[in-house]
T-cell receptor
Framework: QKEVEQNSGPLSVPEGAIASLNCTYSDRGSQSFFWYRQYSGKSPELIMFIYSNGDKEDGRFTAQLNKASQYVSLLIRDSQPSDSATYLC????????????FGTGTRLQVTL | NAGVTQTPKFQVLKTGQSMTLQCAQDMNHNSMYWYRQDPGMGLRLIYYSASEGTTDKGEVPNGYNVSRLNKREFSLRLESAAPSQTSVYFC???????????FGSGTRLTVV
């Protein structure tokens, strides 16, 4: 079982719709969760992090964490073509200091 | 504000050649990391340095060595390159317990 699992996609949503990206993780003791966006040929950039159960909102982005279900998601409201990218979920497992384990990413396509 | 700077951006090596990938950060971060990114495999940790003078193996350290030269610089060396080391390499830095990594722009390495 992979430590961090994501559907590779592509996830295709029309412009203006809500995109929902999902991630599950295997280590129940994980405390920190991150979402990175990576455009093709570029490096990952941090867009959200979440530590506590529940929702965290930042502009059009909402991260949701459910530790009991070992599930973290990213919602993108009012999706724009510029949101088309690969979204990487990353988890900080316990006992690993600040090291992150990454999922393989979900490719999002926002269509006109 | 440069953030994390990696050199070179592109490199082609012949099997058996050696090279060093350079990474420097100007954010006064203690922790630095080297990851490789391959299609379908996601980002995998090669080596990690929690602070100046310390290094630790990650998930895929074989064939690589690292040096944490000072707080700013963390280099990755391939002693005898192999085609399996063809990949995109990312350096990153962070503060322990912080809000995620800052990545460099990456090095695209091809070994023929």
């Amino acid at each position: 079982q992979k430590e961090v699992e994501q559907n590779s996609g592509p996830l295709s949503v029309p412009e203006g719709a809500i995109a929902s990206l999902n991630c599950t993780y295997s280590d129940r003791g994980s405390q920190s969760f991150f979402w990175y966006r990576q455009y093709s040929g570029k490096s990952p950039e941090l867009i959200m992090f979440i530590y506590s159960n529940g929702d965290k909102e930042d502009g059009r982005f909402t991260a949701q964490l459910n530790k009991a279900s070992q599930y973290v998601s990213l919602l993108i409201r009012d999706s724009q073509p510029s949101d088309s990218a690969t979204y990487l979920c990353a988890v900080n497992p316990p006992g690993t200091a600040s090291k992150l384990t990454f999922g393989t990413g979900t490719r999002l396509q926002v269509t006109l | 504000n440069a953030g994390v700077t990696q050199t070179p951006k592109f490199q082609v090596l012949k099997t058996g050649q050696s090279m060093t990938l350079q990474c420097a950060q100007d954010m006064n971060h203690n922790s630095m990391y080297w990851y490789r990114q391959d299609p379908g495999m996601g980002l995998r940790l090669i080596y990690y340095s929690a602070s100046e003078g310390t290094t630790d193996k990650g998930e895929v350290p074989n064939g690589y060595n690292v040096s944490r030269l000072n707080k700013r610089e963390f280099s990755l060396r391939l002693e005898s390159a192999a085609p399996s080391q063809t990949s995109v390499y990312f350096c990153a830095s962070s503060e322990p317990g912080s809000y995620g990594y800052t990545f460099g722009s990456g090095t695209r390495l091809t070994v023929v």
